[in-house]
């Protein structure tokens, strides 16, 4: 478990806004293990991080909640994504996808370079 | 984004309240993650015990997570801040006499600023009680580059050539004797041309204004009582109106400006109240009369 990658806040909460467009409705458990699962099991997930993340979000108004039953009829509170999230990821992803295409650059073969 | 912040901040105020049930809530939505988890470990084949033991390490501290919920829910800075104020609240009570020397210290601060304010807006900031304020200017002649009330012949030589204004009107003050059945009285009076109040753009309350010819020697029978004048000597009964008291005079009753107060009487007679009209700006006389330029000074 240790080899697995700590996550930090920013994108966390990005990871979680598009989890939850993905899937629509989702308990917090289902997010962790969804992001799990993306990630190809190198990311892990605790709620240490994962629900203080959720209820920001909530606060923010990018999230909002209701209680629902599971699939295994537990009860849980499930998570979807308002329409101010929806704008919110849109954003923040095309700010990601900027920053991501910056740093490849610098890690680019330097002939790549014009 | 600054919108959402501020709105981030409201809830986390509106969670200082019924926060047992929150926490309820809190405790209820992490046992039923920990479930989840212990039960997808079991279908993976490990051992009841093994299954919680895995799921509990990976998820890290229960408590710990509801302490980091709590705290980004609440706050402790929502928390801090009433904890300090309790703290204020009760040091100012400890201590009254520092307690009333604060307080007195703030209501003379408050107080001298609010009436120093209230004086300086009253004579530097109040537009005229005029309709276009910001249009009307006083013109004053110098003597010894001091200002000066100007002479009839300079008003009507800078009246005839002036091309910079739409009116340029002159008045002085004087004093008259009123009659009446009650009692005669002294009044502060202002004599002016006839084109005054055409100029201020205030319209009569009662009657009519003065007419260009009116300001001619010998027409001048025409009186304006300002409307306080009206309401204070007279109750505002149109009954005042009549020439009786004047008998060579038509009377109307001026402007009346906003905020000035009325005071009305059953009978027509004159109120033998006070006597002294008090003098106030932009209404500083209690008779008008239009006046040959040539006699104001």
């Not at chain 1, 996550?7 to 467009?21: F, N, R």
């Not at chain 2, 988890?37 to 490990?46: A, I, K, Q």
């Not at chain 2, 801040?81 to 040091?91: D, I, V």
Request: with cysteine; charged share 30%; net charge positive.
């Amino acid at each position: 478990m240790s080899d697995k990658k700590e996550i930090w806040q920013g994108t966390l909460a990005l990871m979680v806004l598009k989890t939850l467009e993905a899937m629509g409705s989702l308990h917090g458990y289902g997010v962790a293990r969804r992001i799990e699962q993306t990630s190809g099991g190198l990311l892990s997930i605790n709620y240490g991080t994962l629900y203080p993340a959720l209820i920001k979000l909530e606060q923010e108004g990018y999230v909002s909640s209701e209680w629902g039953v599971s699939d295994n009829n537990r009860r849980a509170k499930y998570y979807k994504l308002t329409r101010a999230g929806r704008r919110q990821l849109k954003r923040e992803a095309r700010e990601w996808e900027e920053t991501a295409a910056i740093l490849a650059r610098f890690f680019a073969p330097a002939e790549e370079l014009s | 984004m600054n919108l959402r912040r501020f709105r981030a901040w409201g809830v986390r105020l509106s969670g200082m309240f019924n926060k047992e049930r929150r926490d309820r809530e809190l405790a209820e939505e992490l046992e039923s993650h920990l479930q989840m988890h212990v039960e997808d470990n079991l279908r993976s084949g490990m051992t009841a015990e093994e299954a919680r033991r895995r799921a509990l390490i990976e998820l890290g501290g229960l408590e710990a997570a509801k302490e980091e919920c709590r705290s980004r829910r609440g706050g402790p800075a929502v928390e801090n801040l009433l904890r300090s104020l309790r703290y204020a609240l009760r040091t100012l009570r400890r201590d009254p006499g520092f307690t009333s020397v604060a307080v007195l210290t703030l209501a003379l601060g408050v107080g001298a600023t609010t009436a120093i304010f209230s004086v300086v807006y009253a004579t530097l900031f109040e537009p005229l009680p005029y309709p276009k304020p910001d249009q009307l200017v006083m013109v004053w002649s110098k003597a010894d580059q001091r200002r000066n009330s100007v002479s009839a012949d300079d008003y009507l030589e800078w009246k005839h050539r002036s091309k910079s204004f739409q009116y340029l009107e002159a008045w002085s003050g004087g004093t008259f004797n009123v009659a009446t059945d009650e009692r005669r009285e002294q009044v502060q009076a202002a004599l002016m041309t006839p084109g005054f109040f055409r100029m201020t753009g205030t319209p009569m309350f009662l009657g009519r204004d003065f007419l260009p010819e009116e300001g001619e020697a010998g027409n001048d029978y025409v009186v304006v009582i300002t409307h306080r004048m009206w309401s204070r000597n007279f109750g505002c009964h149109p009954r005042s109106l009549r020439t009786r008291h004047w008998p060579r005079r038509r009377l109307s009753v001026g402007p009346r400006h906003a905020g000035e107060s009325v005071r009305r009487q059953r009978n027509g007679r004159a109120c033998s109240r006070g006597g002294r009209l008090r003098v106030a700006r932009g209404d500083p006389a209690g008779l008008l009369y239009p006046c040959p330029a040539r006699q104001l000074s």
